[in-house]
């Protein structure tokens, strides 16, 4: 009986222990039939303009070099026997950050969205090149004054990046 209490115990944990991929992996296939539903189009990639810079920083980081944080309040460690989390020493590592310039021509309309992207530039221009068409999916709202936005979701999934999948830019009133 208590092996049986036990093996229920293991498995509800289990169970809350997957729970929260399942709503994540719900919630990601929601959001792919929402983008689904919405218009498509593409535009070629060699339009896009990309601008980079890096800069050299320092970091602290715990023995095994992973980044801490600072204004964790467990910064200078959570164990006393533990090595993992503490504070180590500061590293310099090198951080990108690019600027992409993207003219998105909708229904005779140009619409400019600058964007940020935290890879070096170079890898982004090569991943562009390779990839040639961004695809963009185009949702249309109206409002209680029946004024109508266009919100754009850029696909750059293409980027192989754990940060980077879709990009959603801000409302856009849609002019006349």
């Given at each position: ?8 115990i293991?498995?509800f ?11 994540e992996?719900?919630a990601?296939?929601?959001f ?28 602290p980081?715990?023995?095994y070099d ?5 204004s ?31 003219t ?14 935290p890879i ?5 221009n ?5 990839q ?12 209680e004054?029946?004024?109508?936005y ?9 980027l ?11 409302f856009?009133?849609k002019?006349a």
């Open positions: 009986m208590a092996l049986f209490i036990i093996a229920i293991l498995l944990v289990g169970f809350l222990s997957i729970r929260p991929k399942i709503k992996e719900l990601y296939k929601k792919e039939r929402f983008l689904l539903s919405l218009p498509r189009f593409k535009i070629p990639l060699d339009t896009v303009k990309v601008d980079g810079f890096h800069w050299r920083e320092s970091i980081v715990d023995i992973n980044e801490l944080d600072p964790d309040p467990h910064f200078y460690g959570r164990s006393k026997y533990s090595y993992s989390n503490k504070y180590h020493k500061d590293k310099a590592v090198t951080k990108f950050k690019s600027s992409v310039y993207i998105i021509p909708y229904e005779g309309l140009e619409h400019k969205i600058k964007l940020y992207i070096e530039h170079t890898v982004i090569m991943k562009f090149y390779l040639k068409e961004l695809p963009i999916y185009v949702e249309k709202v109206k409002d004054d029946m004024t109508e266009l919100r754009f979701f850029l696909d750059f999934r293409f192989e990046s754990p940060h980077i999948s879709i990009i959603a830019t801000e856009l009133e002019k």
